[in-house]
């Protein structure tokens, strides 16, 4: 998914976070490790779907949300616009799916 900007010859390429050379090592491995959590427990939570245990479902929704709290100030401190719109977008997402299902479950 392009979501960093490269220069070129006066130019602004979108390129992927494997492409993307303007940031320290260190700054993409933590991407990489926070991105990688995310898909994680969005995996677990959807086997826990299966399951059912409701009280587990609670603490893996609420870590799933602190931790794309924590990307998109990461991202914003690090200034890296196309990623942070990105992923704020898809927490807003997130948050309106969370509280139409807390509604429905009411």
Not at 1 to 8: A, F, G, N, Q, R
Not at 52 to 67: A, F, G
Request: hydrophobic content about 55%; aromatic content about 8%.
């Amino acid at each position: 998914m392009p979501l960093y900007p490269k220069h070129v010859d006066g130019y602004v390429f979108s390129v992927n976070l494997l492409s993307y050379k303007e940031t320290s090592a260190v700054s993409i491995l933590i991407y990489c490790i926070l991105l990688g959590i995310l898909i994680l427990s969005g995996i677990i939570k959807i086997l826990m779907t299966e399951l059912k245990p409701e009280k587990d479902q609670r603490v893996l929704t609420i870590i799933s949300m602190l931790i794309g709290t924590l990307m998109i100030l990461l991202l914003a401190v690090t200034r890296e616009a196309y990623a942070v719109t990105v992923a704020f977008i898809l927490f807003i997402i997130k948050g309106m799916l969370l509280l139409k299902y807390v509604k429905t479950e009411n």
